[in-house]
């Protein structure tokens, strides 16, 4: 069975940092493309990046650009988004999501990150 | 990338079918068979629906479907259910890549 499990979203005020991960397991992870998808209180689904299988191409949508960074380790089966420079339109939960052929397919809880001071 | 465009809400009666579009354009919807369809209720991850256009994953139920005409894809949801009622996002591959989501819409049922 296919699971991502979410972590690391907190309170935070703006300017700040904080790290998600993404769990997997059910799958052999190091062979798709793997995303972060967040969704505002109220707001549709907005994806923000993602990333090959060797960690080597990473895209990101422009507004997280320059601030947010993806990444992965294989060995952990691990996914991962540092979040810097943090503003409160940033306020979203944060789901992890596999990848074919750019779009998901399996989806994590996902994790709330509100930024406010 | 700017997203595909879906109404905001589509309402049926349980038993009746409702059809839900997403537009976009030669670059996204209409140049690629890359249409996936996801399900979400309130507080819950996104579900996928459909994928590749038509295909459903093992256990959606065939009450789903999904085609796809030029730039516009559609999800029709025939035998409406009372549990169908949540709302319903499109996305697309657009290249690169890269993939963008619809606007989504809202499936009330009366």
């Known amino acids: 069975e296919v699971r991502l499990v979410e972590s690391g979203g907190d309170l935070v005020q703006p300017g700040g940092s904080l790290r998600l991960s993404c769990a997997a397991s059910?799958?052999?992870?190091?062979?798709?493309?793997m995303n972060w998808v967040r969704q505002a209180p109220g707001k549709g689904l907005e994806w923000v990046a993602n990333?090959?299988?060797?960690?080597?191409?990473?895209h990101y949508v422009d507004s997280v650009r320059g601030r947010f960074t993806i990444s992965r380790d294989n060995a952990k089966n691990s996914l991962y988004l540092q979040l810097s420079s943090l503003r409160a339109e940033d306020t979203a939960v944060y789901y992890c999501?596999?990848?074919?052929?750019?779009?998901?397919?399996?989806w994590g809880q996902g994790t709330l990150v509100t930024v406010s001071s | 990338q700017s997203a595909l465009t879906q109404p905001p809400s589509a309402s049926g009666s349980p038993g009746q079918s409702v059809t839900i579009s997403c537009t976009g354009t030669?670059?996204?919807?209409?140049?690629?068979?890359?249409v996936s369809w996801y399900q979400q209720h309130p507080g819950k991850a996104p579900k996928l629906m459909i994928y590749?256009?038509?295909k459903r994953p093992s256990g959606v139920p065939d009450r789903f479907s999904g085609s796809k005409s030029g730039n516009t894809a559609s999800l029709t949801v025939s035998g409406l259910q009372a549990e169908d009622e949540a709302d319903y996002y499109c996305?697309?591959?657009?290249?690169?890549?890269?993939?963008?989501f619809g606007t989504g819409t809202k499936v009330t049922v009366l």
């Open positions: 059910g799958f052999t992870f190091s062979t798709y493309w």
């Open positions: 990333i090959d299988q060797d960690g080597r191409a990473k």
């Open positions: 030669s670059s996204d919807v209409g140049g690629y068979n890359y």
């Open positions: 999501a596999r990848e074919i052929w750019g779009n998901p397919d399996y």
């Open positions: 996305s697309s591959y657009a290249g690169s890549n890269n993939g963008v």
């Open positions: 590749e256009v038509t």
